[in-house]
């Protein structure tokens, strides 16, 4: 089927278009020509809507084409490497067009709402790199920034280098620029208001900050950049408790010993359907008797679940949850490293 989401009717409604010019101090030495557009990250419910085919979930590893349309639900991110080290990430609750890939020098994306975070690399000279939105004109110095699109505003956040902001005049109006340093933000709306960037936004970049660009993406399987993920995902969760072992287990936690840090779970798919099975992996547990990982509604109190487990002191394994008849919904995958209900570990999927 076509996609309903056109350049023509997308430009009939905007009144600002914002536009990132990016220039590296260096030339690349591997031509761009060949810069393709590879999903790494794929969590939650990501839709791809391309012309001519049916809807569907983008899976790891897919490479985007020009003209694809990237929906990402509730509690969902995509992540997309650009050639060997720039990445894109997009985040929940954000619809975005990939108008062109390096054609002519140019990489362009219309982001309709949401939020995309981007760091660009290694860019030749005059090579430009666009982001559309309903709301403003950016001419960008810098390699790691990211853009916010709302109904009647727009929202440029520079981690790194410096952004020319250009409103879009109004008929016989003069359009108003100003230039955004590093460590500032520009909100576009009636007009271009500076502000510093806000600590939501640092945390949010220094998330960002921590997804590694994959130096030979052909050769990763699908599993590697799903302990990738689990690894991400987790170290991002929000801890549920010290999880100290009790003292009915048959080893307690070494004192200033933290066995949370390099523990990973993951599950087999990152969305699942109510009749499917839920296959959970996990890794460098620690070996306590009393260890046991659960399935709970992500909006459920820690210590209530769906189902559960024991790892029996099993630091690496499978877990394999069958016939659970989950309705659609946003899950976590629980870890507690002893008897009570402190998580230690959490990690999301969805079921529709």
């Known amino acids: 089927m076509k996609s309903p989401y056109r350049i023509q009717d997308f430009l009939s409604c905007i009144s600002m278009i914002l536009i990132i010019c990016f220039s590296a101090g260096s030339a690349c030495k591997k031509e761009e020509a060949q810069v393709r557009a590879i999903a790494t990250f794929v969590i939650g419910n990501v839709v791809l809507d391309r012309s001519g085919e049916p809807a569907r979930q983008v899976r790891h590893k897919d490479e985007l084409r020009k003209d694809d349309v990237i929906k990402t639900g509730r509690d969902s991110i995509l992540v997309v490497q650009l050639g060997g080290e720039s990445l894109i990430k997009i985040e929940s609750g954000t619809t975005v067009r990939l108008v062109s890939i390096m054609e002519q020098g140019t990489t362009k994306f219309e982001l309709d709402q949401g939020t ?3 760091r660009v690399m290694k860019l030749k000279k005059e090579t430009s790199y666009v982001v559309q939105t309903k709301t403003s004109l950016a001419a960008v110095r810098g390699t790691e920034f ?8 727009s929202t440029v956040a520079v981690n790194d280098g410096s952004v020319k902001v250009q409103g879009i005049p109004k008929k016989n109006e003069v359009s108003e620029e100003k230039s955004i340093e590093k460590g500032n933000a520009a909100v576009v709306k009636d ?7 806000t600590n939501d936004e640092k945390k949010e970049f220094n998330k960002f900050e921590k997804i590694p660009a994959i130096e030979d993406i052909d050769s990763t399987s699908e599993s590697d950049l799903m302990k990738m993920e689990a690894d991400y995902f987790n170290d991002d969760a929000p801890a549920g408790g010290n999880g100290s072992a009790d003292s009915s287990s048959g080893k307690d ?26 296959v959970v992996y996990y890794k460098n547990l ?12 992500a909006s459920d109190r820690d210590g209530s679940y769906q189902s559960y487990n024991w790892t029996y002191s099993a630091k690496d394994g499978q877990m394999n949850f069958s016939r659970m008849g989950l309705k659609p919904g946003v899950y976590e995958v629980r870890v507690h490293f002893g008897r ?3 998580v230690d570990k959490r990690y999301r999927f969805q079921v529709q």
Not at 191 to 197: A, D, F, G, Q, T
């Open 286 to 297: 620690p070996d306590y008797r009393n260890c046991w990982i659960d399935i709970s509604n």
């Open 191 to 197: 007009k271009i208001v500076i502000r510093p960037v």
């Open 340 to 342: 009570g209900n402190a």
């Open 146 to 153: 990211s853009v916010s699109s709302e109904k009647d505003k």
């Open 116 to 118: 995309m975070f981007n």
């Open 253 to 278: 936690r070494p004192a200033g010993d933290d066995p949370a840090k390099n523990a990973l779970v993951w599950t087999s798919k990152k969305v699942y359907r109510t009749s499917d099975d839920i």
